[in-house]
């Protein structure tokens, strides 16, 4: 009897060692459950596309009238650069044989009292006036506009472009420059209130006080 048993225990021990291994293999076998697949040159991920989004601010084909967020109509601010263009061409254009009083008047009627005066004080200055006959200078100016700006309820400031052509003793040069204009309604009209180098920048209220910046 203890000899039959003793047979039972060997084959019983030898039927759990096969079990163990039979296990161990299946563990081990590629894509067997649980098992994480290494991954090779052609199972290796593609980079995902870029995530677009559209933009926020999109064009609508809906009609927008930017006047009627404006303080004046169209007429009205194309009236303005209008004047601010002339006023510019008229500020640069002059003769060193012409009577400067002529010439101071001719550009304070595009301005305001208070420029009016500033005006006139540096265009009849006799330092102005005798270095201009000594070089017998005879300026002619254009101006376009190139932009707006601001827009206020009291004033619109336009950057103007001059170019200024002179000719003299000392022979013919050009120069360009641009200004920044600001223009105040008076009644039904408009007139220059301020006129500086466009980089010294306004603020374009007449209510600041004195044009001279």
Known sequence: MAQSGDKRGVVFAAIVVVVAAVGLYVTMWPGARGSEPTPGPATSAAPLPPVTSAP??????????????????????????ELAERFTAGYGTF?????????????????????????????TSPGSIE???SEQTVATATARMKEIRQVGKTSIVFIIASTQKLAGKSGVSERTEDLAVTLTPVGNDWRVFDVQPAGEGQDGDPQSGDPEG
Request: charged share 20%; aromatic share 12%; no cysteine.
């Open 95 to 123: 003769r060193y044989d012409e009577d400067p009083a002529v010439y101071a008047n001719r550009v304070k009627a595009f301005t305001t009292g208070e420029l009016a005066t500033y005006l006139t004080k540096a265009l």
């Open 131 to 133: 270095q201009n006959k």
């Open 56 to 81: 926020l601010a999109t064009a609508s084909n809906a009609p927008f009238d930017i006047y009627a967020y404006l303080p004046m109509s169209r007429q009205q601010l194309a009236a303005a650069a």
